[in-house]
């Protein structure tokens, strides 16, 4: 069985965490878990005739990659950025975050999770900040931890681009 270990990383309250026990254990809860360092889940799921371990760091909430956390990304197969698409600053966050991951881990598989597309309706991103990023070669996903949306799809996304 393959293993591969992908990493969640946002700025705090974007739904890191929320997003992993949506995906793991298919369930959500209204209440707030802080994440202090990093707390690591595992799901298995085929890709293709694989069977294919995601070994999940979800990495507590920063707005800025501290140097110690860096030792946390070393053997990362992907990631996910996590963006709250009803705070633009976690827009910024996650850029500032990108660059540092980067350097590094180079060029490995990565998408931008927009997570509470339960909330569209309170959405403050300025679609042309995404498009720039887009064009500068980031892969966007609208995500809802509450509602499900795009969980599943997400992670089967990422697995296939590792599992190759």
């Known amino acids: ?18 997003l992993v026990r949506r995906y793991v254990d298919t369930i959500f809860s209204d209440t707030y878990l802080t994440t202090v360092g990093v707390k690591i889940d595992k799901k298995v799921l085929s890709v293709g005739t694989e069977e294919l371990a ?7 909430g920063e707005d800025e990659v501290a140097a110690v956390r860096v030792s946390y990304l070393r053997g990362a197969a992907g990631y996910l950025l996590v963006v709250d ?3 633009p600053e976690t827009m910024e966050t996650a850029a500032s975050i990108q660059g540092r991951i980067s350097v ?6 990565f998408f931008v999770l927009l ?3 339960d909330l569209q309706e309170d959405w403050a991103i300025p679609p042309e900040r995404i498009e720039s990023l887009e064009a500068a070669g980031w892969m966007f996903r609208r995500t809802s931890a509450k509602t499900g ?7 089967q996304e990422l697995a ?3 599992a190759r």
């Open 149 to 155: 949306t795009g969980v599943e799809e997400t992670f």
């Open 160 to 162: 296939v681009r590792l």
């Open 85 to 87: 698409g009803t705070r």
């Open 115 to 117: 997570n509470k597309a």
């Open 1 to 18: 069985m393959l293993q591969r270990k992908i990493c969640l990383l946002g700025a705090f309250g974007v739904g890191k965490t929320s």
């Open 54 to 60: 995601l070994i999940l760091w979800d990495i507590a």
């Open 104 to 109: 590094e881990l180079g060029a490995v598989p």
